[in-house]
């Protein structure tokens, strides 16, 4: 394997040979002492300051005392206190040798006052809630693994979501069991009893680590977003609590979210932003500048995440941060799997020892690791360095997987094109190649996956278009208010049919099958492709309208079961049978998948001796809209003699159908 010249430097940065400590950092809490260590080797003195609260605006705000550090060994610096000082705030001072003087939270710090400012010292058996010591992720066989993502805040904003208004739009949202539209007197589910009528069995969470875009102080502002600019890796976000002036309450509340969705069978997967932070003006580069963010031949700060200030995996004490804050999320908040932003800007050794971290916990080798195998532009990581991006991605351990967007492009349309259509919108015959070999793991493609599983396979996600939104580029060209609301399903029900192919595709390929909150019920963005920053209506899941548009999530709950019930599909071969023009037909061990986004019902001959019975077709669920939507006859999926003896199916237009083989004859 080898990296294009672009995204490496041409000479080794000198500073990336500072020495490596491999002792504790941050703060020990011992029975009689407290110890606080960080690195620093380019660093001539280190003070810590210690303090009552976390910012000065506080009530009982106060100086508790300043202390000089000692230098260690390999650029550390070191102090001990007398005293268990749990609860104490405190930041750094850091002096260089030019006169430099930097003030800076503990880059290794578990905990964080209100906008993570100041770092806390946490007694983390203090925070556990009842019954954590026996909480675990629920046991999930990797062929019924099925992934739904969603932002903590749009899971509950919605004032008609059933979730207490104290709650909504924070990580104790998760904890309310029996949520109904309007409140405990409706009768639709929300929320987690939406999830479970669902059948999803993973949760993906967008970021919740210390991010620095919202205002912890101002929690009733309307403000909003995704998360992808952290601040204090190894702390939750602090506008997702209660209460964000006292840092063990969004720890304590965290894992009160992570337990409520592992009692509801849900395994726990977060988004991790390791490619890049929040500014270059970050904690690390203010104890050790120039090390941590990656930088160019003339020294400029490298740009490959969009957002100026790429991270240096592959330099050593950044490449251990990382490795251990993974297992750390891991091991203390009994997290299930990581997705990694912009992956392809994180190097293929460090991935691979994330992973040998995470095997090594009990149980750790179920933990699901998955990311990004692209940048948004060129880095510029260290000579040699080899990136988890397409051209490395053969050099991840087998358990690191990839979103698949040639999956993804070749079902809907590109998405840098948002008026340019895929298989089931607009161009079956010209994408029905591309098709067959996704739903098979694209053996046989470049780069072919090490193992089908490394393989996300999905069509929506927070980024870019909802799926919704991309049917109404394509399928309308100039969509009005009308076809994103969707009010009339008569209306759109071309559209219904094709979001319903597109979900079969997805939930029956080998791979491991994904998807935006809400995609099952047409969440809308009225058109929006980067709603990171926009606002929390826009954003937020409309339970009224998954009400409303409960026939689509029936057929995606439909698939779920089907795809549980047969977990071998995650592996299984995809043979691709001989069809008509645009039409896409595989059979994966005792079941024919069957996609006619055409607007004339076809005849499928299959070859062999098996009888076969339909189990599910979408067009006959969506039938439930009524109006136009197409309607099975029941003589839809007769099946008579064909060729070589075996029978001839009838696939109705615009529909996704499953057929399972009924025995021999």
């Known amino acids: 394997m080898t990296q294009p010249s672009d995204y490496q430097r041409r000479t080794v940065n000198p500073i990336s040979t500072l020495p490596v400590y491999d002792g504790d950092l941050g703060v020990t809490l011992c029975s009689d002492d407290t110890i606080f260590t960080v690195w620093a080797p380019t660093a001539q003195s280190v003070t810590l300051r210690l303090f009552a609260t976390g910012s000065d605006g506080e009530p009982g705000a106060r100086d508790l005392g300043e202390h000089e550090m000692e230098r260690g060994a390999d650029g550390s610096w070191h102090l001990t206190l007398p005293g268990n000082h749990a609860g104490v705030y405190y930041d750094y001072v850091v002096r260089f040798d030019d006169g430099a003087e930097h003030r800076g939270a503990d880059p290794w710090a578990r905990a964080a006052g209100v906008n993570g400012a100041r770092s806390m010292v946490i007694d983390l058996a203090s925070t556990d809630p009842e019954g954590w010591q026996n909480d675990c992720g629920p046991a999930i066989p990797e062929g019924e693994l099925v992934v739904w993502e969603t932002h903590i805040g749009d899971f509950s904003n919605d004032p008609a979501s059933g979730v207490p208004s104290e709650h909504r739009g924070r990580f104790l949202a998760f904890t309310h069991d029996g949520t109904r539209l309007g409140g405990t007197a409706g009768e639709f589910p929300t929320c ?4 479970k009528r669902l059948g999803v069995t993973c949760v993906q969470l967008l970021p919740f680590y210390d991010y620095g875009s919202v205002d912890e102080t101002r929690p009733d502002d309307g403000q909003f977003n995704w998360g992808y600019d952290p601040v204090n890796y190894n702390v939750p976000e602090g506008s997702y609590s209660t209460d964000p002036y006292h840092g063990e309450v969004r720890i304590r509340e965290c894992k009160q979210m992570i337990a409520a969705l592992h009692r509801a069978g849900f395994k726990v997967v977060m988004d991790v932003v390791y490619n890049h932070m929040y500014s270059a003006d970050n904690w690390f580069e203010r104890m050790v500048p120039g090390y941590f963010c990656r930088r160019d031949d003339d020294g400029a700060l490298a740009d490959g995440s969009g957002c100026g200030d790429d991270m240096a995996s592959e330099h050593p004490m950044f490449r251990r941060y990382l490795v251990e804050s993974v297992t750390y999320w891991a091991r203390e908040y009994h997290i299930d799997g990581f997705r990694f932003d912009l992956m392809g800007l994180i190097d293929v050794e460090t991935m691979n020892q994330v992973r040998a971290s995470l095997d090594r916990l009990p149980g750790g080798e179920s933990i699901l ?5 692209w940048s948004a532009t060129v880095s510029a990581a260290e000579p040699g360095t080899i990136l988890a991006d397409k051209g490395g991605a053969l050099g991840l351990d087998p358990r690191v997987g990839w979103f698949c967007d040639s999956t993804r492009d070749a079902i809907k349309g590109h998405v840098l094109y948002p008026d340019l259509g895929g298989f089931v919108n607009g161009l079956a015959t010209a994408f029905a190649p591309q098709v067959r070999m996704a739903v098979d793991g694209w053996r046989g493609g470049v780069p072919q996956p090490n193992d089908t599983m490394q393989l996300v396979q999905y069509v929506s996600a927070h980024d870019d278009l909802t799926l919704w939104d ?23 029900a071309d559209m219904l049919a094709a979001n319903a192919i597109a979900a079969g595709l997805v939930l029956t390929a080998a791979g491991l099958p994904f998807m935006l909150a809400g995609e099952e019920f047409a969440r809308t963005k009225m058109g929006c492709s980067n709603s990171f920053d926009q606002s929390v209506e826009l954003n937020l899941l409309d339970w009224s309208r998954a009400r409303r548009m409960a026939p689509l ?13 047969h977990p071998e599909l995650c592996r299984a071969v ?8 645009g039409v896409v037909a595989t059979r994966a061990g005792d079941l024919l998948i069957c996609a006619n986004p055409t607007d004339a019902d076809v005849e499928l001959s299959v070859a062999g001796g098996e009888s076969w019975r339909p189990i599910a077709d979408s067009a006959a ?11 099975a006859g029941e003589d839809a999926h007769a099946a ?24 021999r004859r």
Do not use: N, Q
């Open 192 to 195: 987690l009893e939406h999830l």
């Open 369 to 373: 690791m998955y990311g990004e195998p």
């Open 470 to 492: 991309k049917l109404c580029a394509t399928m309308r060209r100039e969509p009005a208010e009308t076809d994103y609301r969707a009010d009339d399903a008569s209306a759109c």
């Open 553 to 565: 999530s029936d057929w995606y709950a439909e698939l779920i079961a089907i795809r549980r019930a």
């Open 574 to 581: 995809h043979e691709a049978l001989p069809s008509p023009a």
């Open 621 to 631: 669920t969506l039938a439930a809209f009524g109006g136009a939507m197409t309607v």
């Open 640 to 663: 008579a003699p064909g060729e070589a003896g075996g029978p001839t199916l009838r696939l109705p237009r615009r529909s996704l159908t499953v057929w399972e083989a009924d025995g």
